[in-house]
């Protein structure tokens, strides 16, 4: 009967598959670490006094300048911060990205949210000053220097002529802000007349660069490109920039524009389910105290004096007319189903030049 015996591995196989078990155990290694710092990043297992601040792409120093501050008051409390398309981030939220303070470029992406995942309450707005909006702003144009091509105003913007350039209204708060801004200035030009208004938002945004980026993004393509005339973006990174760079840009106001209104609040109950509730509240109330409008004011932003009126400019910006939103669209339900729900007029606008020119730029 022939013997059975265990098979072998001859030496040179052995040298063969020596190096392959180091490289996966080294991976299983890498794989493991990553693994453990998800899940201290992550709920639950990141600290209660660890706060991940979900916001828009366009306020990295603000923010930047109000966490330094907060965290001298307050050592025991560590701040992270998530920056991109205020939009995206809400989608990322929905999706199941967990944060503690969501502060975002709009009213509408923080009810998205309320009404996906309902993490908070029915009247979160009234529960912080000014509609929990702790400042404002509005949009402008960013020129080059001499404003070469006379821009003035949004009839100005369309002429195909002109090169404009802005954020993606479908992702970037600035880009939806900028939008509504268009197709409102024409509304109230023209006397309420709604086609006047299409036609405005159409020939404005099926002719203009439209990058798939955040305001922030956009603003760094438009400055390495000296070919596009004029961006559309939020104020205070307009006059950032001016102030930056005083001999390059201008910043154009025209004649009336949008009130944008960014807006905070804790997510209720994620920082329920992790203890951090008292670290957020103070993190979101501070926003709202005198030292952290002192930093709106450096940075820019428009400060509110009282809830009742519109907030106060910076120094440097002319008088221009700002209109809001409920009051010449309607609304957000209305606005979201007209202009950006599938069948709303942008999205028809993004459609028809995608179909045109083979996509957004």
């Given amino acids: 009967m022939p013997e059975i015996s265990s098979p072998t591995i001859a030496p040179s196989d052995t040298r063969r598959l020596g190096p392959w078990r180091r490289y996966a155990a080294i991976s299983l290694l890498f794989i493991l670490i990553a693994l453990i ?131 993606n209204p479908m992702t970037s708060g600035a880009g939806r802000w900028a939008y509504l801004a268009a197709y409102g200035s024409a509304l109230l030009e023209k006397g309420g007349n709604n086609e006047a208004a299409i036609q405005r938002a159409t020939r404005i945004f099926s002719h203009a660069v439209i990058p798939e980026a955040g305001a922030r993004s956009v603003l760094a393509s438009f400055m390495s490109r000296p070919f596009e005339d004029v961006l559309l973006t939020w104020e205070h990174e307009a006059l950032r920039i001016h102030r930056a760079f005083p001999a390059l840009y201008e910043v154009v106001y025209p004649s009336r524009s949008i009130l944008a209104r960014p807006v905070i609040t804790w997510l209720d109950d994620y920082v329920d389910s992790r ?72 999205p028809r606008i993004l459609k028809t030049r995608s179909a045109r020119a083979g996509g957004i730029e």
């Fill in 37 to 167: 710092i998800a899940l201290l990043w992550f709920h639950p297992f990141r600290s209660k006094d660890t706060l991940l601040n979900v916001t828009y792409d366009a306020n990295r120093e603000l923010v930047a300048d109000l966490n330094a501050a907060f965290a001298a008051a307050h050592p025991d409390i560590h701040l992270r911060v998530s920056h991109e398309g205020s939009i995206k981030q809400a989608r990322s939220i929905i999706e199941g990205l967990n944060a503690d303070v969501v502060f975002l470029a709009c009213r509408e992406d923080l009810e998205i949210i309320r009404l996906r995942r309902e993490f908070i309450p029915p009247d979160w707005e009234t529960r912080l000053p000014n509609m929990s909006s702790p400042y404002a702003s509005t949009i402008v144009f960013l020129v080059r220097k001499g404003n070469p091509r006379g821009i003035k105003d949004w009839s100005d913007l369309e002429d195909p002529s002109i090169r404009v350039t802005v954020p």
């Fill in 275 to 346: 203890q951090s509730r008292k670290a957020a509240e103070a993190y979101v109330r501070f926003h709202f105290s005198p030292e952290a409008r002192a930093l709106y004011e450096k940075h820019g932003m428009r400060i509110y004096n009282d809830q009742e009126i519109l907030p106060y400019p910076p120094a440097e910006a002319p008088p221009m007319e700002l209109f809001r939103t409920e009051t010449v669209l309607g609304d957000w339900a209305l606005i979201r189903a007209s202009h950006f729900e599938p069948e709303g007029l942008l």
